[in-house]
């Protein structure tokens, strides 16, 4: 199992659609395994195969909070559907979301509170998952990145700009620009 390095935004591969996975073989559990060490790494509650530069329908999550089981798997091939969004502005708080393709920043999103997800596991099995909260806000946010869409192509103008002038600043949004975690101090 390895670590691999993370693609920040601006690199083609998560900004293009990915391609549906026909198979799973040994490559497969492979960069599965690694996926799993990566988001673990970064540290992150996901982590989409685009992120590492395979563009494959493939994401990890990994979520705990203090009275819950550890949540944690895999999905290949998922199919995500949504309730309505509840209309207004995102809490500045309660609502930041952050993102290991644009890593150390958080800015607020409106994501619907309540996602069914149907998928495959790692052994070709149906997966069926119904949640809400943060684990909805996951769900949407990994199954954004199959479509080539970063959480801050959903921002408001004004936070676009200043996701902007951070990109522009930091050398980020051109090809080829990744980080390694553990190695780089940086984190979503
Ligand atoms: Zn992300």
Redesign the pocket.
């Known amino acids: 199992m390895a670590v691999l390095p993370i693609r920040i935004m601006g690199d083609p591969v998560l900004h293009s659609p990915a391609a549906v996975v026909e198979e799973i073989d040994d490559d497969i559990r492979r960069l599965v395994a690694d996926m799993f060490e990566t988001m673990d790494a970064a540290p ?1 509650v ?3 195969a685009p ?1 590492v530069g395979v563009p494959l329908r493939i994401y990890t999550y990994a979520y705990v909070d203090d009275d819950d089981e550890p949540w944690r798997g895999v999905l290949i091939n998922p199919v995500l559907w949504m309730a309505p969004l509840e209309p207004g502005e995102p809490d500045p708080d309660l609502e930041a979301e ?5 890593p150390g920043e958080r800015f607020p999103l409106r994501r619907s509170e309540r996602v069914l997800v149907t998928a495959t596991d790692l052994d070709g099995a149906d997966v069926r998952i119904e949640v809400d909260g943060w684990r909805a806000r996951i769900m949407q ?2 199954f ?2 199959l479509d080539g869409i ?2 801050v192509d959903r921002l408001s103008d004004r936070d676009w700009k200043t996701v902007q002038k951070i990109a522009k600043k930091r050398g980020w949004g051109r090809a080829g620009v990744s980080w390694m975690p553990g190695v780089d101090d940086l984190e ?1």
């Open positions: 992150g996901g982590l989409a992120q952050g993102c290991l393709s644009f946010h990994e954004d990145h970063l959480y979503g």
